[in-house]
């Protein structure tokens, strides 16, 4: 589903990614881990073409799409929910979703209000309500419910458990679980190992812009030393 090789990018002069490489399969849940600043956001917007890779390839279904435009990029089958949220907070949840609408995909079933409020049952509640009158973990739904409009094929998710309250936390986590059972490939960026665990497959350390281990989660767990070398606070 997607296959990133010898990724760059910089920030000015300052060099942020140093060769990134993974792989998402289709049907897989992956996460990124790893302290702040250590270049998880950065690879999942030189993903998105949020930030202009400077060398190396990212192949979205067999198709390099490094360098394209972030709209191009969407239009392909890529959703991207931002660490910052960034909802619409003058309009009401069906608005919010209203806009992040794209057309149907062959061979993938479309999300439609409906079925994205039984996934978030939550949202169904407060459909009129305006975005600026939700929490921070309803917005944080509203948000993921909105890339999904756009029906995608692979889902990128930059910190979605970051200052939610432990009972949003198991919602996204049984919400992360759907989506997977539908067949969607996600890849998430996490500090939350905890949380990782519960909807991962695979998990893919990063430390000052390079990829240290890569491997199971079963594998990261049982591996104390790589978890205080890259994971510990």
Excluded at 124 to 146: C, K, N, V, Y
Excluded at 221 to 230: N, S
Aim: proline fraction near 5%; charge should be neutral.
């Amino acid at each position: 589903m997607l296959d990133v090789a010898g990724l760059h990018a910089h920030y000015g002069r300052a060099h942020i990614l140093d060769g990134v490489g993974f792989t998402v399969a289709a049907g897989e849940v992956a996460v990124l881990l790893g302290r702040n600043g250590s270049g998880k956001s950065t690879t999942m917007k030189a993903i998105m073409g949020l930030v202009p890779p400077s060398a190396g390839s990212v192949r979205f279904e067999g198709r390099d799409i490094a360098g394209q435009p972030p709209f191009r990029i969407a239009r392909a089958g890529i959703g991207y929910v931002p660490e910052e949220r960034r909802i619409f907070t003058d309009l009401t949840v069906l608005e919010n979703l209203d806009v992040g609408r794209q057309p149907a995909r062959a061979g993938l079933r479309s999300w439609d209000a409906a079925r994205l409020f039984d996934l978030f049952p939550s949202l169904g509640a407060m459909r009129d309500r305006p975005g600026g009158r939700m929490s921070g973990g309803e917005q944080q739904m509203l948000t993921i419910a909105r890339t999904l409009m756009g029906n995608p094929r692979l889902l990128l998710l930059d910190e979605p458990s970051e200052g939610l309250a432990p009972v949003i936390i198991e919602r996204m986590v049984h919400a992360i679980a759907a989506l997977k059972a539908e067949g969607l490939s996600i890849l998430l960026s996490e500090q939350n190992l905890h949380f990782a665990r519960l909807v991962s497959d695979r998990a893919v350390i990063i430390e000052k812009g390079r990829i240290r281990w890569a491997g199971t989660l079963p594998d990261l767990i049982a591996a104390d030393d790589v978890r205080e070398q890259y994971l510990s606070v």
